[in-house]
């Protein structure tokens, strides 16, 4: 048994994806001896496999904007957001040497565009704060007398505790879930996981997916209801996947499970109007196939053209291919599960946790990061908020140590 220190405090951090990293970090960099558990060989995979996106870190829009990504769970982590905002995790990744720039998109990245070096980084920060890494231990729960269990037998008392044990989705990568079963066993009410930020199901003409399986959308704008995302999306064999598409998951995934399919419309040259186009296309083109007159006159991709044909034969007439180019109707069939999805929906819910995030049924423990239930869009929101929580849990750890020292 492994046992808390008399002298100075010691945190158990289980999890060692950027959530759990950044904990450790501040715990011990306010003195406390820090002890990071990993069920994996090494820390970090998720973030490192962020990293071949490029690492969306943050996002660089005002924060009216960037909050409202949260949806429902915006004044739930707007404390955190703003006490731990997107120029406090820049300022963060540029003392790793890892500076930042700001994309045409709004998103940012470190200049490298990959994780790696930074995450070099900030272990050698962790091993100079005196942080322990532990990988290869996985964590089962607490035994009858309250230390953290893991798996081989070894039991872990400590003086707190923060979960950063991550959502459901890539569960190769390390986190599964499976921590869920732990909690509610405790009483601790946790959302079912559902994918988040993933592609979706179309049923392509056999033709169309040999064909252009792969092939972006570029600069498109995706309609769904009221809402409307530009940005990218690309054509796989399965449907669509990327950006744009994904923003508007959390309601396509509901409209899915209520009407067993949902209808978006693709504008394919949002940056014109209906009318300008039917304008373009009335003018003569002598001798030239449809799908030539629409490529020349109004610049589509070869998949733009082929996508509205997906939506039956093409209109006769300027209007319609017009009306045609400003909304292909596409209809998504089903969402991608959890296995390839960027995060998931579901987790802790939020009554069962204080404002520090500590749980309430569980002085003493907290939970940060994917884990709690919120969901976000790409685009830097995931990251930010993973670094805001564990952020605002390291400071309610310092909070009831502080309170405990009081009373002692
Ligand atoms: C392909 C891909 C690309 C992405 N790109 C971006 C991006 O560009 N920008 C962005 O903002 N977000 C991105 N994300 C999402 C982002 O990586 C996650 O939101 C983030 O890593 C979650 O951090 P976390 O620390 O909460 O959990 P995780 O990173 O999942 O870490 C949890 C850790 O806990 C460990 N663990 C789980 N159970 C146990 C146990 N029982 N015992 C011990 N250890 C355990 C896991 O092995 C894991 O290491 C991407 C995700 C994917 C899959």
Redesign the pocket.
Known sequence: MTEASTSRPFAAV????????FAAERLAAAGMRVCV????PS?????L??????????HSEPPAGFLGRYGAARDWLEPSLRAFPPEALRAWADGLGAATFTGSSGRVFPKAMKASPLLRAWLARLNDLGVTLRPG????GWDRDGALR?AGGEAVRADVTVL????A??PR????G??AETLRAKGVAVTPFRAA?AGFDVAWSARFAGRFAGAPLNGVTLRFGAMAQRGEAMVTRYGLEGGAIYALSAALREAIARDGAADIHVDLRPEMSEAALAARLRRPMAGQSLSNVLRKAVGLSPVAVNLMREAGDLPRGADGLAARIKAAPVRLTAMQGLAR???SAGGIARDEVDEGFQLKRLPGVFA????LDWEAP???????A?FAT?HAAASGALKVLGARAGRA
């Open positions: 289980i999890g060692a994806g950027p959530a759990g990293l558990f990993e069920r994996m820390a970090a995979r998720k973030f496999m962020a990293g071949r996106g490029g690492l969306n870190l943050t231990m996985t964590w089962q893991f950063a044990l991550g959502g989705s890539w990568l390390g986190a599964d499976g921590w930020n999805a960027i995060s940060v990061g994917e884990m790409t685009g830097g929101y995931l990251l930010q993973c564990a």
